[in-house]
């Protein structure tokens, strides 16, 4: 492939313009007082959204080892984003969850995120299509047990 010609790896395509993304939400994270950037948007929209029943299941699917999203659900406690409740059938579990104040961020971000996502040559409509040709690309990935490993915040 000549070097003028841009590269068409599908893999290569998602990895560096998913890097952009959680770049933009990075930095409209840490503007509205997250301190953890995209570490802790990611925890508070997992929470709003999926309602994980464990740390375990969270950590899982925000990629985030045990040690990492402790310290998050830390400081994200002492700052009233989330609360950890007891688990009624297991007094030895905490459930974390997002306390209203958490939600209401977790939506500010979200609309100001969607604002960075607008990109200039691109439409709404190519971007609507994108996401969900992602969102399929996502489902047909996890219907063919292909599951992402290793740590992606």
Known sequence: MPADEPCEDLAWL???NGQRLQAATDRVAREHGLAGGLRDYVVLLLLTREQPRTQA???QLAG???TT?????DRMERDGLIERRLDPNNRRVRIPVATPRGQRLQ???TASRRA??????MTAAEIRTLRK???RLDGACEAAGM????SCL
């Open 14 to 16: 998602l990895l560096r």
């Open 57 to 59: 299941l969270l950590g």
């Open 64 to 66: 985030v080892d045990k």
């Open 69 to 73: 999203l402790t310290a998050v659900l």
């Open 107 to 109: 939506r500010t971000i």
């Open 116 to 121: 960075a996502e607008e990109v200039p040559g």
């Open 133 to 135: 040709l992602l969102l």
């Open 147 to 150: 599951k992402f490993t290793g």
